[in-house]
Nanobody
Framework: QVQLMESGGGSVQTGGSLKLSCAASGYTSHTSCMAWFRQAPEKERGRVAVIDNIGTTNYGDLVKGRFTISRDNGKNTLYLQMNSLKPEDTAKYYC?????????????????????WGQGTQVTVSS
């Protein structure tokens, strides 16, 4: 059974840091396009960062320079290091993956382009 399991969320103050993890099981994640999305109440789920099978990354404008996406293929795990957190970063963060190898990873901007999802982890940043 394919599963993505996020962890590492929590509550921090403005300027703080958190590192999210997403453990993949049931398939070999290192060949796939993976991303972090976030969704705040009453807002659409939007892509925060994406990484392809060779380590190419792309970030949303709101997090560029503050967040870093990475993957440890040996551990089948995806990470999101979040620094200089702001109250507007408060949201539920989701790990997502494309089920099969793809050549258009960077272009997969929308949630509908990802077949595999974790259950999400809450990040709350207080001012």
């Amino acid at each position: 059974q394919v599963q993505l399991m996020e962890s590492g969320g929590g509550s921090v103050q403005t300027g703080g840091s958190l590192k999210l993890s997403c453990a993949a099981s049931g398939y070999t994640s290192h060949t796939s396009c993976m991303a972090w999305f976030r969704q705040a109440p009453e807002k659409e789920r939007g892509r925060v960062a994406v990484i392809d099978n060779i380590g190419t990354t792309n970030y949303g404008d709101l997090v560029k320079g503050r967040f870093t996406i990475s993957r440890d293929n040996g551990k089948n795990t995806l990470y999101l290091q979040m620094n200089s957190l702001k109250p507007e970063d408060t949201a539920k963060y989701y790990c997502a993956a494309v089920a099969a190898p793809t050549t258009d990873c960077m272009q997969r901007t929308y949630a509908s382009a990802y077949a595999l999802w974790g259950q999400g982890t809450q990040v709350t940043v207080s001012s």
